[in-house]
């Protein structure tokens, strides 16, 4: 199928700059300056642990994806990522197996997403990506 690893989980939270300093100094590392994100709706800082990193994402408004997970579930684990090798190829092979898509396939300039709807994966929002190199 494809599936190479982990990329990076995403947690909501209400203050990433406050999370993004308390992960950092629970995993003695150190988190990146906060980014705003508008066309994800979101600011957000990460902390690299080896090839993968977390990502804690903040709303910038009430509306959106991660406003309405904050919303109906708190703070929490918002996305799994998993990079892929060839999309295409690991949508086609997910949808044969049954697994419902949320969405469509974005992208970003430096990579391909796609999503899993959580009803596929026992409630965690799956996000494949396929990088650019």
Avoid: W
């Avoid at 990146?32 to 508008?38: A, D, G, I, K, Y």
């Amino acid at each position: 199928m494809g599936l190479k690893r982990i990329d990076h989980v995403v947690v909501a939270v209400k203050d990433c700059k406050a999370a993004g300093e308390r992960y950092a100094q629970l995993l003695g590392k150190s988190a990146s300056p906060v980014q705003e994100l508008p066309a994800l709706g979101i600011k957000n800082t990460t902390v690299h642990l080896g090839d993968a990193f977390i990502e804690l994402a903040e709303p910038l408004t009430n509306q959106g994806p991660v406003a309405k997970f904050l919303e109906v579930k708190g703070e929490g684990l918002y996305l799994l990522s998993v990079e892929v090798d060839d999309m295409d190829a690991t949508i086609k092979d997910l949808t044969a197996k049954g697994v419902q898509m949320a969405g469509t396939t974005v992208d970003s300039g430096s990579s391909k997403l796609a999503f899993v709807h959580p009803k596929s994966t026992h409630g965690v929002l799956l996000q494949l990506v396929q990088k650019r190199r």
